[in-house]
């Protein structure tokens, strides 16, 4: 059983940063690609960031692309989630995920386990 444990949320001023984590196991870490989604209130789950079994190529959702950079720490069996200049439009639940796929990463049907979430909220 693969478990995924995310940290590192909580509330910040707009234009703050943040850094999540997500820590897997139950897996060979390497062998996954991974991924972060977000849910707001009301609004369906979203795609915001994957990296690949490497760490090359990363993939970026429109509204984060150039704000916030994911990467991962094989050693660590963890991957992050560096938010910069953040909006308040970007406060959501952020979960991470594990996959076996390569392609399609934006896609959540691609994901086979959920870490429980990390609230991130940005006051205006």
């Known amino acids: 059983q693969v478990q995924l444990v995310e940290s590192g949320g909580g509330l910040v001023q707009a234009g703050g940063s943040l850094r999540l984590s997500c820590t897997t196991s139950?897996?060979?870490?390497?062998?996954?690609?991974m991924g972060w989604f977000r849910q707001a209130p009301g609004k369906e789950r979203e795609f915001v960031a994957a990296i690949s079994r490497s760490g090359v190529p990363t993939y970026y959702a429109d509204s984060v692309r150039g704000r916030f950079t994911i990467s991962r720490d094989n050693a660590k069996n963890t991957v992050y989630l560096q938010m910069r200049s953040l909006k308040a439009e970007d406060t959501a639940v952020y979960y991470c995920a594990i996959t076996g796929w390569a392609t399609d990463l934006r896609e959540a049907s691609r994901y086979d386990y959920w870490g429980q979430g990390t609230q991130v909220t940005v006051s205006s």
């Open positions: 139950g897996r060979t870490f390497t062998t996954y690609a």
